[in-house]
């Protein structure tokens, strides 16, 4: 179990992976429009952030 499903459980939540990607500045194009939340380092959300549109 990893660090962010021990979270979650605490929370009494659970995660559903829906989209996979190896490339994380992919991820804001597979995301986008889509009522889906985005687990990432601290750093490249960070830098997602500079990239929005």
Same mark, same amino acid.
């Given at each position: 179990?990893?660090?962010? *499903? ?5 929370? *009494? ?13 992919? %991820? $804001?194009? /597979?995301?986008? $429009?889509? *009522? /889906?939340?985005? %687990? ?6 960070? %830098?997602?952030?500079?990239?929005? *549109?």
């Amino acid at each position: 179990m990893t660090n962010v *499903d021990k979270s979650l459980q605490e929370q *009494d939540k659970s995660r559903h992976v829906q989209v996979l990607s190896r490339n994380f500045l992919t %991820i $804001g194009q /597979l995301i986008k $429009g889509r *009522d /889906l939340v985005c %687990i990432v380092p601290k750093l490249m959300s960070m %830098i997602l952030l500079l990239l929005k *549109d």
